[in-house]
T-cell receptor, first 115, second 112 residues
Framework: DQQVKQNSPSLSVQEGRISILNCDYTNSMFDYFLWYKKYPAEGPTFLISISSIKDKNEDGRFTVFLNKSAKHLSLHIVPSQPGDSAVYFC??????????????FGDGTTLTVKP | DVKVTQSSRYLVKRTGEKVFLECVQD?????MFWYRQDPGLGLRLIYFSYDVKMKEKGDIPEGYSVSREKKERFSLILESASTNQTSMYLC???????????FGPGTRLTVT
């Protein structure tokens, strides 16, 4: 049973437009969510996170939205740039779990931003 | 900045060989993880360790073992490599004051 799902394996957008990456989760115990970005031949790097007490968190061009009732979160990138082309992983954890750092990851979405 | 290093970026081994993948972190983090990444399957947790000499199985531990004799070093061992273990292997650390993980650059292992 996959607890974190990214249903779109790939997304292609034009430079300057908005990129929206989606993620769904099933475990009600998850209350902290993270996005990671991964370039080929490199390890993932942390991008942005949100806790369940918020419904939005912004960091520059990146905004994460959380809809707890729908168990859905999304990452918005505005404006998209060619350097944003990468694989984006959604991850979830329970902050009060014994192993809170042990996140559950989605399968990833490959974003391609065309010049 | 947290630095996580992995012993090799690329490795080619033969079926049946014993393979050691090493991970070293410089930030005194308690928790360390080993993942494998395969296309369409995301990051799958193999083993993790929350302290020296402590380890727990992840989602796909079969065919792997781990060793953590020192806090900064976490080793993944493929006891008898098989072709289905060809993959990208990623090490990560986590510090209990936050929730994000810090990843190494990965080791691309090919088993022939």
């Amino acid at each position: 049973d996959q607890q974190v799902k990214q249903n779109s394996p790939s997304l292609s957008v034009q430079e300057g437009r908005i990129s929206i990456l989606n993620c769904d989760y099933t475990n009600s115990m998850f209350d902290y969510f993270l996005w990671y970005k991964k370039y080929p031949a490199e390890g993932p790097t942390f991008l942005i996170s949100i806790s369940s007490i918020k419904d939005k968190n912004e960091d520059g061009r990146f905004t994460v939205f959380l809809n707890k009732s729908a168990k859905h979160l999304s990452l918005h990138i505005v404006p998209s740039q060619p350097g944003d082309s990468a694989v984006y992983f959604c991850a979830a954890t329970g902050r009060y779990d014994t192993n809170a750092g042990k996140s559950t990851f989605g399968d990833g979405t490959t974003l391609t931003v065309k010049p | 900045d947290v630095k996580v290093t992995q012993s090799s970026r690329y490795l080619v081994k033969r079926t049946g060989e014993k393979v050691f993948l090493e991970c070293v972190q410089d930030m005194d983090h308690e928790n360390m993880f080993w993942y494998r990444q395969d296309p369409g399957l995301g990051l799958r947790l193999i083993y993790f360790s929350y302290d020296v000499k402590m380890k727990e199985k992840g989602d796909i531990p079969e065919g792997y073992s781990v060793s953590r004799e020192k806090k900064e070093r976490f080793s993944l061992i493929l006891e008898s490599a098989s072709t289905n273990q060809t993959s990208m292997y990623l090490c990560a650390t986590y510090w209990t004051s936050g929730y994000e993980q810090y990843f190494g650059p990965g080791t691309r292992l090919t088993v022939t």
